[in-house]
Structure formats: structure tokens, C-alpha cells
């Protein structure tokens, strides 16, 4: 079993920086994907990024490219998502995902509870 913890949510102005983490804990060595979503009212979830754990080139979905970046500590089994230049747009609860059970990046297995950002 796999647990995420997602931190680093709250209330920030356009324009402005935000870095969501992401901790995970447990049978960690079964992630070889981890994952950013995010979901506003009334939208469907979007992926926002994802990246392989062992490296590899990240993936990011439009709407983000070029303004967040995810990276990962493996030391501390933590993803990161660094949002630059955030807009209204990207208000919307982020959730962190990870395969598990070597599903891949296809295959999310396992989901924190989301952390809620607002840009505003």
C-alpha cells in the first residue's frame, strides 16, 4: 500500500508562485509513476504533469506548459509541482497520484486526499 500526503495549498495572487508537495509513504518501491491532477467545479479532472520516478522527460498538459514544473527528491519519496506565473485558471483542488503496483504512468493506483488552490 501506498500513501500520499499532498502540502504546500492556499491562496495566491496571479502572477504569483506556489509549490505543492507531495509525500509518499509505504511500498514506495512499487511507484515507478507519480503524478499532479487537478479538478474544478463543474470540469473534468485534468492532468496537470507527470514524471517517472527513475528520470526521464516530465509530461505537462498545455494549460501548464511552461509555467509549472514537477520534480522529485526519490531520498525523501517526494514529488514536487513549482507553479510560476499562476493565472485564475489554475484555482481547482491538485491531487497527487502514483502508480503502485507498477501500473505506470497509465495506471494511478493510489490518490492523496488533494489540496485546494486559489488564485485570486
Known amino acids: 500500500h501506498v500513501q500520499l500526503v499532498e502540502s504546500g495549498g492556499g491562496s495566491v495572487q496571479p502572477g504569483g508562485s506556489l509549490r505543492l508537495s507531495c509525500a509518499a509513504s509505504?511500498?514506495?518501491?512499487?511507484?515507478?509513476?507519480m503524478g499532479w491532477f487537478r479538478q474544478a467545479p463543474g470540469k473534468a479532472r485534468e492532468e496537470v504533469a507527470a514524471?517517472?520516478?527513475?528520470?526521464?522527460?516530465?509530461y505537462y498538459a498545455d494549460s501548464v506548459k511552461g509555467r509549472f514544473t514537477i520534480s522529485q527528491d526519490n531520498a525523501k519519496n517526494t514529488v514536487y509541482l513549482h507553479m510560476d506565473n499562476v493565472k485564475a485558471e489554475d484555482t481547482a483542488m491538485y491531487y497527487c497520484?502514483?502508480?503502485?503496483?507498477?501500473?505506470?504512468?497509465?495506471?494511478?493506483?493510489?490518490w492523496g486526499q488533494g489540496t485546494q488552490v486559489t488564485v485570486s
Open positions: 497520484a502514483a502508480d503502485g503496483n507498477g501500473g505506470g504512468c497509465a495506471e494511478y493506483n493510489y
Open positions: 509505504g511500498h514506495t518501491d512499487t511507484m515507478n509513476c
Open positions: 514524471i517517472y520516478t527513475g528520470g526521464g522527460s516530465p
